[in-house]
């Protein structure tokens, strides 16, 4: 009987190493996830800043917000990751602040 019990223990530790290795790479697998994710939400966030800022520095020196994207890339050197992030531009009026709106492309 105690051979048994021996052997159940033995089967039990000798389990316990791999499923604790897969619990740590599933753990590890998760966090380098999240960091993905935080990534692409900061870039995202940087992009939509940087697009604001060149429409602040267009109004500042000529009087009126940019007419399109176009204008802001060739003017005041906005370079955008065109496969990663949709912007919709949206001007009302050349006073007024366009409404600007990034995305991510779903891959």
Same mark, same amino acid.
Request: hydrophobic residues 40%; contains cysteine.
């Given at each position: 009987?105690?051979k048994r019990?021996?052997a159940g223990?033995g089967?039990?530790?000798?389990l316990s190493?791999?499923?604790?290795?897969?619990v740590?790479?599933?753990?590890?697998?998760? =966090?380098v996830?999240?960091?993905?994710?935080?990534s692409?939400a900061?870039?995202k966030?940087?992009?939509e800043?940087?697009i604001?800022?060149?429409?602040? =520095?267009c @109004?500042a =020196?000529?009087?009126? @917000?940019p007419?399109?994207?176009?204008?802001l890339?060739e003017? @005041?050197g906005?370079?955008?990751?065109?496969?990663?992030?949709?912007?919709y531009y949206?001007?009302? =009026?050349e006073n007024?602040?366009p409404d600007i709106?990034?995305?991510e492309v779903?891959k």
């Amino acid at each position: 009987m105690k051979k048994r019990e021996n052997a159940g223990i033995g089967l039990l530790k000798g389990l316990s190493l791999p499923v604790i290795a897969l619990v740590i790479l599933l753990g590890f697998a998760m =966090a380098v996830n999240g960091l993905d994710q935080d990534s692409k939400a900061e870039s995202k966030h940087q992009l939509e800043q940087a697009i604001r800022r060149g429409c602040v =520095a267009c @109004y500042a =020196a000529e009087g009126v @917000y940019p007419p399109n994207l176009d204008y802001l890339k060739e003017h @005041y050197g906005l370079q955008m990751d065109e496969e990663n992030y949709v912007v919709y531009y949206d001007i009302f =009026a050349e006073n007024l602040m366009p409404d600007i709106t990034v995305l991510e492309v779903k891959k």
